[in-house]
């Protein structure tokens, strides 16, 4: 069966909900083969792979860029396993494991005095993934409200598009269709994060009607949404008829999701209209420097373009980059290493409670 192999992998959907920072779930190039990456907040990263010639699974420790890796405390190699518990247990080895590499080096140390952090600033996430404003608001740099560019895929390209028109509408057209919006697929590329637009009917042609535990196509299979006005890609937002808790179609929801959209992006300029110091953060731990949407490729280290269009929408403001990214500081953009991102929301915080 052709998602033999991904629903085998969608099994282990739990463990990254507690234990890893986020994960990916792609098609390998082995016969139906389907790929899973985890990545820990420690640094390390693990890809289980399954395909028609496995029996089980395989496991391979990696680093942050992807490269195969040995480690005493779980393998000198890529090791094979034949069930979930046993994988799960891996994984939460490998999350357990501790890193030196959260640990600034003195030049970065000496560049965050440089910020001047102080209970008058404000943090905001602006890309690349959901995991950035989740460690800013696990170390308490933001409340609970969702960010409008949580929940998704979001370029520098896309967030300036998104400021530049003050829009994040989804809409139908006079038959209820999709019109600015459409299903797409993640597939698997070493070299860039590729999508492509594709349609309900192949879905339910690829699912032949299956169930899945959880109401979202991408948390379980692959399949986001992809919002054509701005080329981003948004996550978590419309499920599918196939799934267990299924309640209505996605298009009954458009309107009160477009409605949401405009909240946050509300919420968003009232937050930096109230605070003169403002950090915009960008966090991108992924080896790939480019996303690819329908044959349209996407540079994620043009941090020009989202710093032009803050600066316009919001003055004068700071922009801190965590990513594999390397590039100089200037024009109020700071870079530094993805494996740092953690430990300078903790210095963060800490700054912030002096004043």
Not at 211 to 235: E, V
């Amino acid at each position: 069966m052709k998602l033999k192999n991904k629903i085998r992998l969608s099994k282990l959907l739990f463990f990254e909900n507690h234990y890893s920072e986020y994960f990916e779930l792609t098609k390998s190039t082995t016969p139906n083969g389907w790929q899973k990456f985890f990545i820990f907040k420690n640094g390390y990263m693990a890809s289980v792979v399954a395909h028609d010639s496995l029996h089980g699974f395989e496991l391979a420790l990696m680093g942050g860029r992807r490269n195969i890796i040995q480690h005493p405390d779980i393998t000198d190699n890529i090791i094979g396993f034949t069930n979930i518990d046993t994988g799960t247990a891996l994984l939460q080895k490998i999350a357990e494991l501790p890193s030196e590499a959260l640990m600034p080096n003195p030049e970065s140390s000496n560049k965050y005095k440089t910020l001047e952090i102080n209970s008058n600033c404000c943090f905001t996430s602006v890309g690349y993934r959901c995991s950035t404003s989740q460690t800013l608001r696990e170390n308490k740099l933001i409340k609970g409200e969702t960010s409008v560019f949580d929940w998704g895929f979001f370029t520098p390209q896309g967030i300036a598009s998104i400021l530049k028109n003050g829009n994040m509408d989804l809409s139908l057209d006079d038959k209820k269709e999709p019109m600015n919006f459409s299903f797409c697929e993640n597939i698997h590329n070493q070299h860039a994060r590729v999508w492509r637009t594709i349609s309900e009917k192949e879905i339910d042609k690829q699912f032949n009607m299956q169930h899945y535990s959880d109401r979202f196509l991408d948390s379980s299979a692959g399949y986001y949404t992809l919002l054509k006005d701005h080329n981003i890609i948004l996550a978590h937002y419309l499920w599918h008829k196939s799934s267990d808790d299924y309640e209505t179609d996605y298009r009954n929801v458009v309107d009160n999701v477009s409605k949401m959209f405009a909240r946050r992006l509300e919420r968003l300029n009232n937050i930096c209209s109230s605070n003169k110091k403002k950090f915009f953060i960008h966090y991108h731990d992924g080896p790939y420097n480019s996303v690819e949407i329908n044959g349209n490729k996407y540079d994620l280290t043009d941090m020009d373009i989202l710093k032009n269009q803050l600066d316009e929408s919001f003055g004068e403001n700071t922009l801190l980059c965590f990513s594999n990214f390397e590039k100089k500081d200037r024009n109020n953009i700071f870079y530094f290493k993805h494996t740092e991102y953690e430990n300078f929301c903790k210095y963060a915080y800490l700054k912030m409670q002096e004043n």
